[in-house]
């Protein structure tokens, strides 16, 4: 059982920035992804980026440019760091680190989430 844990949300104007971090309890191996999704107030949960363990990233279009996820192997930490933050940014950050087994996904863990609250 992998668990997650989140920190560094909070409320920011717009146009400011907030680091996330993600902290595993096991330690993270090169097959594992990890990521970052958000949920809104009446959205589904979207992905927002993704790192795989060779360093390969993936993000979605509203955050391209502005977001920047990175991953510490030998610390089992994750990270988000967000820039230029928007009001459309609002939302609960969760973590997520899928386990891969011969490219089959046998795990999939998430954190608790954190909430981030961007002000107009």
């Known amino acids: 059982q992998v668990q997650l844990v989140e920190s560094g949300g909070g409320l920011v104007q717009a146009g400011g920035s907030l680091r996330l971090s993600c902290a595993a309890s096991?330690?993270?191996?090169?097959?594992?992804?990890m990521g970052w999704y958000r949920q809104a107030p009446g959205k589904q949960r979207e992905l927002v980026a993704v790192i795989t363990g060779g360093g390969t990233t993936n993000y979605a279009d509203s955050v391209k440019g502005r977001f920047t996820i990175s991953r510490d192997n030998a610390k089992n930490l994750v990270y988000l760091q967000m820039n230029s933050l928007k009001p459309e940014d609002t939302a609960v950050y969760y973590c997520n680190v899928k386990i891969f087994l011969s490219s089959t996904l046998v795990g999939d863990y998430w954190g608790q989430g954190t909430q981030v609250t961007v002000s107009s």
């Open positions: 096991v330690r993270i191996f090169s097959v594992n992804v």
